[in-house]
């Protein structure tokens, strides 16, 4: 991670700030790329802006240069919530279009932590002449928390995961028959399917898959009149042994809304044929247990490009991601009601901490009402 600087200047941080805030402007149309937003300064009035809007078209530094509409920059100032990359890859560097459009000063609010730019998009910057400042303080952790999914993917080459559970008051997901429907409200649950359309990929085990028969949609509209939404994620299913039912409803849009199943070795070879001659897209996690088949998973998901994974349960698999260090953000929605029950599903189902001392403590807990219910956010960790 680069050294970070604090702003002096009050148009620096002014200026920063809307690039920060144009950024959260690409939404997860940009997936798997970062969410960038960029301002052009001449002094002191801002005669360019721009963010990226999709992956395939135009980067943020690109738009803010195309805003300001040929007018000479050699005394501006390029505000970026993001290090300019310096590769070509969907598109031409951005390190190239600045140094074309002659700008001399550029103030960045993170760094980008990809092998191919880590630094690298800065120094070429530095070698041209041109002045660079690295921001630090609140500025620099807004930015990165702005791009978390795409942060560790960039490092790790795995999905960041966010788990999502509605429980009880005493802190069950299902009664002791396995009944879940419905814990939360329909608030609730509307905040799930946006949560969904913003996901790359929303994950269930068999389990989960077997007992509810869940679409895995994201969809718009409420209860009274739900449609698809624009933009849907893949749905993964953990499957080690192939058991999805032909006739279920996930395999009934498969053709529209992407499915994979995560099987093992030890799946029979009839039943994956069968799934992928009925498209599904079959993917085998390799490794001697539970733990190392879902990082083997979480490896080839990566390598789909899939940088965000909504995990909706079970809680045995919930639990198996939990052991291996694999939960980045956790949102339980807490409703007002007691289920109660020795036999009563918890959300999370792992080995767990032996000793209090060595449980996993979360860096930022956040809470709001939605109707009835508590939403509890809790960040595990910061990429």
Same mark, same amino acid.
């Given at each position: 991670?680069?050294?970070?600087?604090?702003?002096?200047?009050?148009?620096?941080?002014?200026?920063?700030?809307?690039?920060?805030?144009?950024?959260?402007?690409?939404?997860?149309?940009?997936?798997?790329?970062?969410?960038?937003?960029?301002?052009?300064?001449?002094?002191?009035?801002?005669?360019?802006?721009?963010?990226?809007?999709?992956?395939?078209?135009?980067?943020?530094?690109?738009?803010?240069?195309?805003?300001?509409?040929?007018?000479?920059?050699?005394?501006?100032?390029?505000?970026?919530?993001?290090?300019?990359?310096?590769?070509?890859?969907?598109?031409? %560097?951005?390190?190239?279009?600045?140094?074309?459009?002659?700008?001399?000063?550029?103030?960045? %609010?993170?760094?980008?932590?990809?092998?191919?730019?880590?630094?690298?998009?800065?120094?070429?910057?530095?070698?041209?002449?041109?002045?660079?400042?690295?921001?630090?303080?609140?500025?620099?952790?807004?930015?990165?928390?702005?791009?978390?999914?795409?942060?560790?993917?960039?490092?790790?080459?795995?999905?960041?995961?966010?788990?999502?559970?509605?429980?009880?008051?005493?802190?069950?997901?299902?009664?002791?028959?396995?009944?879940?429907?419905?814990?939360?409200?329909?608030?609730?649950?509307?905040?799930?399917?946006?949560?969904?359309?913003?996901?790359?990929?929303?994950?269930?085990?068999?389990?989960?898959?077997?007992?509810?028969?869940?679409?895995?949609?994201?969809?718009?509209?409420?209860?009274?009149?739900?449609?698809?939404?624009?933009?849907?994620?893949?749905?993964?299913?953990?499957?080690?042994?192939?058991? *999805?039912?032909?006739?279920?409803?996930?395999?009934?849009?498969?053709?529209?809304?992407?499915?994979?199943?995560?099987?093992?070795?030890?799946?029979?070879?009839?039943?994956?044929?069968?799934?992928?001659?009925?498209?599904?897209?079959?993917?085998? %996690?390799?490794?001697?247990?539970?733990?190392?088949?879902?990082?083997?998973?979480?490896?080839?998901?990566?390598?789909?490009?899939?940088?965000?994974?909504?995990?909706?349960?079970?809680?045995?698999?919930?639990?198996?991601?939990?052991?291996?260090?694999?939960?980045?953000?956790?949102?339980?929605?807490?409703?007002?009601?007691?289920?109660?029950?020795?036999?009563?599903?918890?959300?999370?189902?792992?080995?767990?901490?032996?000793?209090?001392?060595?449980?996993?403590?979360?860096?930022?807990?956040?809470?709001? +009402?939605?109707?009835?219910? *508590?939403?509890?956010?809790?960040?595990? +960790?910061?990429?």
């Amino acid at each position: 991670m680069l050294a970070g600087v604090p702003l002096t200047s009050e148009l620096d941080l002014q200026h920063l700030q809307r690039a920060l805030d144009l950024a959260a402007l690409g939404g997860s149309a940009v997936s798997p790329n970062p969410r960038v937003g960029a301002v052009i300064a001449l002094g002191g009035r801002v005669v360019g802006e721009g963010y990226h809007r999709a992956v395939g078209e135009a980067h943020a530094e690109v738009e803010a240069i195309r805003d300001a509409g040929g007018q000479e920059l050699g005394a501006a100032t390029l505000y970026v919530s993001l290090e300019p990359c310096c590769h070509q890859g969907r598109t031409p %560097a951005c390190t190239d279009a600045i140094r074309e459009a002659g700008i001399r000063r550029v103030v960045v %609010a993170s760094d980008d932590p990809s092998p191919h730019a880590s630094g690298r998009g800065l120094g070429i910057l530095r070698d041209d002449g041109i002045e660079v400042v690295v921001a630090g303080g609140e500025l620099a952790e807004r930015a990165r928390l702005l791009n978390q999914a795409f942060r560790k993917h960039a490092r790790t080459g795995r999905p960041w995961v966010m788990f999502k559970a509605a429980m009880s008051l005493d802190g069950k997901v299902a009664t002791r028959s396995g009944d879940s429907k419905w814990i939360s409200g329909e608030s609730s649950r509307e905040l799930v399917h946006e949560w969904r359309a913003a996901s790359d990929a929303v994950a269930v085990g068999i389990g989960t898959a077997l007992r509810d028969d869940p679409l895995l949609t994201a969809r718009v509209g409420g209860s009274g009149s739900q449609q698809l939404a624009d933009r849907q994620p893949r749905r993964v299913v953990f499957d080690s042994l192939a058991r *999805l039912p032909l006739d279920s409803r996930l395999l009934a849009d498969v053709a529209t809304v992407p499915l994979i199943v995560v099987v093992s070795r030890a799946a029979p070879r009839g039943a994956t044929d069968a799934l992928k001659a009925r498209g599904v897209e079959v993917i085998c %996690a390799t490794g001697e247990n539970e733990q190392a088949r879902v990082r083997s998973a979480l490896d080839q998901l990566g390598a789909l490009e899939v940088s965000s994974l909504m995990l909706e349960g079970g809680p045995k698999l919930a639990g198996v991601f939990l052991d291996v260090g694999e939960i980045d953000e956790i949102r339980l929605f807490m409703a007002p009601v007691l289920l109660g029950g020795r036999g009563a599903r918890e959300p999370l189902e792992s080995e767990g901490a032996e000793h209090v001392a060595e449980a996993l403590r979360a860096r930022t807990l956040a809470s709001e +009402r939605l109707g009835d219910d *508590l939403l509890i956010t809790a960040r595990i +960790r910061e990429w």
